[in-house]
């Protein structure tokens, strides 16, 4: 039995505050609110395999994200105005060495960084999400765990980037590009998976491709962390 990507989950300092920027720019309505997690829930046409999830977690930010969200646009106008909305409601431009590059670099209200690309074919179907992207130290060598472990299948592996996509064709990529940027603290954003079968059984597969255990979760090779819950 495989595990399946459920979502994405970030530490916030202020959960309810991150989410309303995030469902703000996404369009994605808050649909569970309590005291600590606040969960959006993607639009069905946007074909998003799980959900969005705001955990209070407050730790210094150290270093660029090594997870974060590039958001699509159709056209150089619709970009310019996805990054004058995205600052509207709290974002930033931030420089982390992107140069002259078509994309904008922004930063949301905790500091997490995420790109408005330039129009791109390959993005066209994503819905409110182009891709879900990990700076990776090997991107090849990593993206047959993540294609076990999220039940994506690799559909580009030519150096420096790796690529999955749900098996359905729909919602956003799972980019794998490469970085010397090392991981410098606990990762503020981290893949949310289910198992499809017993967690135990599901876990020790996961330890067999080469995850590890670390505190009381699990990390994939790169020592990315990340949470297996069991069957609903």
């Given at each position: ?40 829930t993607p639009l069905a046409e946007d074909g998003f395999h799980g959900d969005l999830r705001f ?49 904008v670099v922004l930063a949301d209200p905790e500091g997490n960084e995420f790109c408005v690309l ?77 198992a499809e079968g017993p967690l135990r059984v599901e876990v020790d597969r996961l330890l067999a ?24």
């Amino acid at each position: 039995m495989p595990t399946r990507l459920a979502g994405l989950v970030f530490d916030a300092e202020e959960p309810a505050v991150l989410a309303q920027f995030w469902s703000d720019l996404l369009r994605w309505p808050v649909t569970a609110t309590a005291e600590d997690v606040v969960v959006l829930t993607p639009l069905a046409e946007d074909g998003f395999h799980g959900d969005l999830r705001f955990v209070r977690g407050v730790r210094p930010k150290a270093g660029v994200n090594r997870w974060h969200l590039d958001l699509p646009s159709v056209s150089e106008a619709d970009q310019l105005a996805l990054v004058d909305r995205a600052v509207s409601l709290g974002a930033r431009r931030v420089n982390i060495g992107q140069g002259d590059r078509p994309w904008v670099v922004l930063a949301d209200p905790e500091g997490n960084e995420f790109c408005v690309l330039e129009p791109r074919p390959e993005y066209a179907d994503t819905g409110a999400v182009a891709a879900v992207v990990l700076l990776s130290a090997d991107p090849s060598a990593l993206v047959g765990f993540l294609a076990e472990a999220t039940g994506h299948l690799i559909v580009r592996n030519a150096p420096p980037v790796a690529s999955l996509r749900a098996a359905d064709g729909r919602g956003p990529w799972l980019e794998l590009l490469a970085s010397a940027e090392p991981k410098r603290s606990r990762n503020r954003l981290r893949l949310d998976l289910v198992a499809e079968g017993p967690l135990r059984v599901e876990v020790d597969r996961l330890l067999a491709q080469g995850a590890r255990r670390v505190g009381d979760g699990l990390c994939d090779p790169e020592g990315n962390e990340f949470q297996v819950s069991a069957p609903i």
